[in-house]
């Protein structure tokens, strides 16, 4: 049986259907650039984010690196002044030890210094002297022209002797070397055979310290320089006012045997 429907009606819904789907279709593509253009918005925002975010990131970096540069000039700085103080305190332990060896070397000199000072009072100072059983104090100066004096008698320089003990008296006049200096200078003038000034010399002696514990010697000695100067009388009284004063003495025996020898 023939279609009841007719033949152009066919091509209307066809053609229908196909603007249907055509605009199903348009409508589909027109969907689809949307989505694509906010998919591109949505990039192109993230990719503006993390551009600001690299330019961010950037700048801290940079300003990292710049702490760090002020850090690094900041360190070699203190290693600077570090090695400068390093060297400071090298210079000044040095400095130390230099003034430390300074100080020393002061001491040591005030030291001497002050025993130097020590030495020269001791020598002006007044020394204690024990002579022929008396004991005085006498000066530096004193005590050495003495010294110097009997030296040279020992030394068998009678001369010499006997002009060191005349200035030794005139110097010293009241010295507590007085009495023996004067002995020992009749002796000095005995020696050199100046008997008439050895005479002198022993009677002022005998005279002036008669307890003297060289008196009994001294008027030996006088009477020696008696017998020298051909003297024999006045050499005989001498030796009798010896024994009879000093009868104990070894001058007195001495005496006594000389005496004898003498002629009358």
């Known amino acids: 049986m023939p279609s009841l429907v007719p033949r ?22 027109l969907f689809a650039d949307d989505d694509a253009r906010k998919a591109i918005l949505e990039l192109r925002a ?20 710049e702490q760090i540069a002020t850090l690094r000039r ?3 700085d203190l290693n600077a002044q570090l090695e400068a103080l390093r060297s400071e305190v090298a210079r000044l332990r040095g400095g130390d030890e230099q003034l430390a060896r300074d100080i020393a070397e002061l001491q040591r000199r005030q030291k001497d ?16 002297v024990s002579l022929d059983g008396r004991e005085f104090t006498a000066e530096v100066d004193e005590r050495r022209a003495w010294d110097d004096a009997m030296a040279l008698l020992r030394g068998g320089d009678f001369a010499g002797a006997a002009m060191a003990l005349t200035a030794f008296g005139t110097r ?19 020696g ?16 002036a310290a008669p307890q003297h514990p060289r008196a009994p010697e ?13 003297d024999s009388r006045a050499a005989r009284r001498t030796l009798d006012d010896l024994i009879k004063t000093y009868p104990q003495s070894e001058a007195a025996q001495a005496g006594r045997e000389r005496l004898a020898t003498l002629k009358p």
């Open 8 to 29: 152009p009606c066919g091509l209307a819904t066809a053609l229908a259907v196909a603007l249907v789907l055509g605009a199903a279709s348009a409508h589909a593509q």
């Open 46 to 65: 993230r990719l503006a984010q993390n551009e600001e975010a690299d330019r961010a990131r950037a700048a801290e970096l940079a300003a990292a690196n």
């Open 74 to 76: 900041a360190l070699l």
């Open 113 to 128: 210094l002050g025993q130097a000072i020590d030495d020269r009072l001791r020598r002006l100072e007044p020394v204690k």
């Open 172 to 190: 010293w006049p009241k010295s507590g070397y007085s009495d023996s200096a004067r002995f020992w200078l009749g002796n000095a003038q005995y």
């Open 192 to 207: 050199k055979r100046d008997y008439k000034a050895a005479i002198e010399t022993f009677r002022a002696f005998v005279a």
């Open 218 to 230: 001294a008027m030996l000695g006088l009477a020696n320089s008696q017998i020298e100067a051909k």
